[in-house]
């Protein structure tokens, strides 16, 4: 049997995958099974943010297994506690961390988190644990992840779901102000929604929405899962709005590859977990470990503002792309997380790029996805932008000039 028929046998038809069989990876490129090479713009949905099987990262992860691969949460990991100080010396002063092994167990360590610390400091109504989330939002696929994502085609078959999320609109601050009562215990957000369609937050709505939870007293917590590790031109991607959250959220490029996530908390609520309140078995991996201390290390601002010109460069020939094509609608992200918004299903303009060697990726049906690794060059640009050029022109163009 092929590989095909082998994954329809045997797996759980959760993913609709598309035709590609990775054989290797190396840097921003992936070769399939017959050895035809492709340019990744998707970076395994922005994991692989300093290139696949990068040489500084390889070389840590082989030395860590040569030591040990996995020792229990219940005894000292030295690799893992020198995670967890890097960590905390990149956010802010006070920090404490908590090391999962994915974005969804994060966000369940800060919804706990949240939900202790609002059961420590009560209202005069008693306890606090409604947590204001926001439309079109993604947090995980876990149940309580799920109940906090806000999106109902996530919800079905699913209900009923954990109570007391509660959803505001997204960069409307009067909405969120409108759900604040006495049970409410935090504010829980995507800089920028990704799995959404590449939506970014409005620099005054942030400030405005920090000032808001300073005044009510409830957690202002991040989910940079997708848009954090250095993909918006910051390590953090709460750095670009001037202000702090009480607890940020990252996972996927942390460890490059590997499973590895992170809940870090400010002095605020970072001493509210005592021991057996939470706990990972997995979490916080050596070999993971010592393949994020790697990451760390490459992601400095040399790195970033290299990045950033590329951003800025694909950036300004996406915008020029639009003006060719009436089916793009806007051009949207921050870094190297940019959205392609059109007018029409995206699918088949992910079929032809990936059959002209360009991995990129659709997300709410119409909005094209692109991560690349923060490594990419100029050149790396034009190639995509003129597959995505192609691909539009023969598409779509007739049926647009009519």
């Not at 109940?147 to 609109?169: D, I, M, N, R, S």
């Not at 002095?267 to 993971?288: L, M």
């Not at 192609?390 to 000039?401: G, I």
Request: with cysteine; charged share 25%; proline share 3%.
């Amino acid at each position: 049997m092929s590989i095909k028929q082998i994954e329809t046998q045997y797996f759980m038809h959760t993913y609709k995958r598309n035709n590609l069989i990775v054989k290797r990876a190396k840097n921003q490129f992936v070769w399939d099974e017959k050895g035809k090479k492709y340019l990744d713009f998707f970076a395994g949905i922005s994991v692989c943010n300093v290139g696949h099987c990068n040489d500084a990262v390889i070389r840590a992860i082989k030395s860590q297994i040569d030591l040990y691969m996995h020792a229990s949460n219940l005894y000292y990991s030295p690799v893992q506690i020198k995670l967890g100080q890097e960590l905390a010396k990149k956010t802010f002063p006070g920090t404490k961390v908590f090391l999962a092994n994915s974005g969804a167990e994060a966000n369940e360590c800060a919804i706990k988190l949240a939900r202790k610390w609002g059961f420590i400091n009560p209202s005069k109504d008693g306890n606090r644990y409604e947590i204001i989330c926001f439309d079109n939002s993604f947090h995980g696929r876990t149940m309580a992840t799920m109940a906090a994502t806000g999106q109902k085609k996530f919800h079905e078959y699913l209900k009923p779901l954990q109570e007391k999320f509660v959803f505001a609109k997204f960069n409307d601050i009067e909405s969120v102000k409108k759900l604040i009562n006495n049970k409410t215990v935090a504010v829980m957000i995507e800089p920028i929604q990704g799995e959404g369609g590449i939506f970014p937050a409005c620099k005054k709505f942030m400030k405005d929405l920090r000032t808001l939870c300073d005044e009510s007293n409830i957690l202002l917590i991040f989910d940079e899962i997708q848009c954090g590790v250095g993909r918006t031109g910051r390590f953090y991607a709460f750095e670009n709005y001037g202000i702090k959250p009480d607890i940020v959220t990252m996972a996927k490029s942390l460890a490059n590859g590997l499973p590895l996530g992170a809940a870090v908390a400010s002095k605020k609520c970072a001493q509210v977990f005592v021991y057996g309140d939470h706990g990972s078995t997995f979490g916080g991996n050596p070999v993971s470990c010592a393949s994020a201390l790697a990451v760390l290390k490459i992601i400095n601002s040399k790195f970033l503002n290299n990045s950033l010109k590329v951003s800025k460069y694909l950036f300004s020939k996406l915008e020029l792309l639009k003006t060719k094509h009436p089916i793009i609608r806007e051009i949207r992200g921050m870094g190297l997380i940019v959205g392609i918004d059109l007018s029409v299903n995206g699918k088949d303009i992910v079929n032809y790029c990936l059959s002209k060697g360009l991995i990129i990726n659709c997300t709410h049906e119409t909005v094209l996805r692109l991560l690349p690794a923060l490594i990419v060059t100029k050149k790396d640009v034009d190639t995509a932008v003129k597959i995505i050029d192609e691909a539009l022109a023969n598409l779509y163009n007739c049926k647009t000039n009519k």
